[in-house]
């Protein structure tokens, strides 16, 4: 019962820390990487699909990503989803390439970046703490049932409680690498 519902609230901690990895990535430190346009969305053929199924998206340099849809007819549609999209980026097409840099960051708009990262962090420990408490609550009810002893009560919320510090300490790990990231020119 007790490892059951640890194994559980350890599942819920882990999706939480990497829904907290993937929201930072979308946040914009002046460097190109391809997972930047993943949830930008282009109309091919009536239906909404990613970027990334229609064109082909990599890194030309440091600052600049490249995107090259494998139809011609889609240049003009992904330029505009990638103009239109709420990241600030102004792409280019250079025949059927579209070169997308990077703008660079002012120190005030990092220092902007960096509460937002934090904000986000700061939801990610809630979330963790949530399932703390729920799975807290669960042993409880099971406690009220006799279905666990005491012992195993005190045990398992123990065993939770080293979880959650070990994930919370994952949350601040990530917000220090982003928060370095972000301050580096």
Do not use: F
């Amino acid at each position: 019962m007790i490892s059951e519902l640890k194994s559980t609230a350890e599942k819920k901690m882990k999706k939480s820390v990497e829904a907290l990895n993937n929201d930072l990535g979308k946040i914009r430190t002046g460097r190109a990487h391809t997972g930047l346009l993943d949830h930008i969305m282009v109309d091919y053929y009536g239906s909404m699909v990613p970027v990334n199924q229609v064109a082909n998206v990599t890194l030309v340099d440091a600052r600049t990503i490249g995107v090259q849809p494998w139809e011609k007819n889609m240049v003009g549609k992904v330029e505009k989803a990638i103009r239109d999209s709420d990241l600030g980026l102004n792409p280019a097409s250079v025949g059927e390439l579209i070169r997308v840099p990077m703008p660079m960051l002012t120190e005030e708009r990092r220092r902007d970046l960096i509460k937002v990262v934090k904000q986000e962090g700061e939801a990610a420990k809630v979330a963790i703490r949530n399932l703390r408490r729920d799975a807290n609550s669960s042993m409880k009810d099971a406690l009220k049932d006799k279905l666990i002893s005491e012992d195993e009560d005190r045990r398992g919320q123990d065993e939770i409680q080293k979880l959650t510090d070990k994930y919370i300490a994952e949350v601040d790990a990530l917000l220090v690498q982003k928060e370095q990231d972000m301050m580096q020119v």
